[in-house]
């Protein structure tokens, strides 16, 4: 694996001649770059966030902007999905970047053309980025796994093969949207106050603050990949909302694990930030607490220790119809980092394909609730709710778990002194009342 690549793109002196890209706290400055489908006048296409605006692919190639292997890469964009682009991998993807990045730069000789390829992203419907044919999620935060073990066996709150492997199940991958997309509160099967089942809208719907990798060129059947090469098949990032029926979870779980209660929605951002762009942000693997067992070999790899975790801080805010019509900010009620995952995304591609499954290109892998050792580290109800019974919000309303018409938001900032910080965009779904049940 080595040291992620960092280059010229990652300058922080580097400016664009897109005003919005250099306003503080943009999440699309141009040492970002990210990936995304937009949607203007019923046309989907492959286009490219810089500050506020899109920059449109297919009209750059129109234009002359892109060239040899970099409008090759291009051309892989201008469909209705990145997995075409994603298939050439990270290679692939870094040479568009680093031409995009002098495209946008200040002084650049090609900004008259390419201001003509510019999209407001506020006029520009964005898509769900890939084509996702498998979601794994993963369960790699020991503060989240402990909490709610605790309820099992407070002495032993970790599953014994938690501190050997990463844990996981397979999810749904047809039920996996694009933020903006509202969640219908769904019906499910669970235990009634008298013990008894029943079956209704769910009562217990919960929210879980995720981050996922997006697969590029990875495995073939039978052939795994050991956690040296693990990175290099991951092409991005993005930010992962597990919706969960608690209530559902319960009564399901056991022997087999989550089904419905997991199956209902997953809601990820729209954009896809790229491996290279993450590469300054690159930052020591979770330090083993003391008592714990060193990993098998097959799941160890120096570089992956010393640079496969990210510096990246993860929040959670929630918005009620209440606070809506008053005109109130959303209330952050969590603020977590992915430095507290006791596995790096490489440690898990390893151990996901050690028994030779074969990922393929555009397949999501989650990683589990994302939750720190602190209380505003909680990053889902449950744990809330486990500890505290509920929560309040800061106009007084009490949450146990969500209610109809509050909207979830997660957001993510990689920060580093010395760097330009970047951001993924919004997470964001709204909880819609049950729909009717069909009588016929």
């Known amino acids: 694996m080595g040291i992620p690549l960092v280059d010229s793109t990652h300058d922080p002196a580097l400016r664009s001649w897109v005003a919005s890209a250099n306003a503080p706290g943009t999440d699309f400055p141009i040492q970002n770059l990210p990936f995304g489908i937009l ?33 090759r890469a291009a051309e892989a964009a201008t469909g209705e999905a990145l997995n075409p682009l994603l298939a050439l991998g990270r290679p692939g993807l870094r040479v568009l970047r680093q031409r995009l990045s002098a495209i946008l730069a200040e002084g650049s000789e090609d900004r008259a053309k390419a201001a003509r390829c510019l999209v407001p992203m506020a006029e520009a419907e964005l898509l769900l980025p890939m084509q996702v044919g498998n979601f794994t999620d993963f369960m790699a935060s020991r503060y989240h796994t402990g909490r709610l073990g605790r309820r099992r066996d407070p002495q032993n709150p970790l599953p014994p093969s938690f501190l050997h492997l990463p844990i996981a199940y397979h999810s749904r991958a047809t039920t996996v949207r694009v933020s ?193 050792p602190e209380p505003d580290g909680r990053a889902c109800l449950a744990e809330v709710v486990m500890e505290d019974g509920g929560f309040t919000l800061p106009n007084g309303e009490k949450r146990v778990f969500l209610e109809d018409g509050d909207e979830v938001t997660f957001t993510g900032r990689a920060e580093r002194p010395g760097r330009v910080p970047i951001g993924f965009g919004r997470c964001a779904a709204r909880i819609l009342p049950a729909r009717p049940w069909p009588t016929a």
């Open 39 to 71: 949607r203007t006048g019923g046309h989907a296409r492959g286009g490219v966030a810089i500050g506020d605006e899109i920059l449109d692919l297919p009209a750059a190639l129109a234009a002359g902007l892109l060239a040899g292997d970099v409008a």
């Open 180 to 372: 903006g997309e509202p969640v219908a509160r769904p019906h499910g099967q669970s235990a009634g106050p008298d013990g008894a089942p029943r079956f209704g809208p769910v009562q217990s719907l919960d929210f879980e603050l995720e981050f996922g990798a997006v697969m590029g060129p990875a495995n073939r059947l039978g052939e795994p990949i050991p956690v040296a090469r693990a990175a290099d098949s991951i092409v991005g990032y993005c930010l992962l909302n597990d919706w969960s029926a608690r209530d559902v979870q319960r009564f399901e779980m056991m022997p087999l694990g989550p089904f419905l209660s997991k199956s209902l929605s997953t809601t990820i951002s729209p954009w896809l930030v790229t491996a290279d762009a993450l590469a300054p942000f690159a930052a020591p693997a979770f330090a083993p607490l003391q008592g714990d067992p060193a990993p098998l070999p097959y799941l160890m790899d120096t570089d992956d220790q010393a640079t496969g975790g990210l510096d990246v801080t993860l929040r959670v805010a929630v918005t009620t119809p209440r606070m809506r019509a008053e005109g109130a900010a959303p209330a952050i009620i969590c603020t977590s980092s992915l430095r507290h995952l006791n596995w790096t995304f490489a440690q898990m591609v390893a151990h996901h394909t050690s028994n030779g499954c074969d990922l393929r290109i555009g397949d999501l892998l989650g990683s589990g609730t994302v939750s720190g």
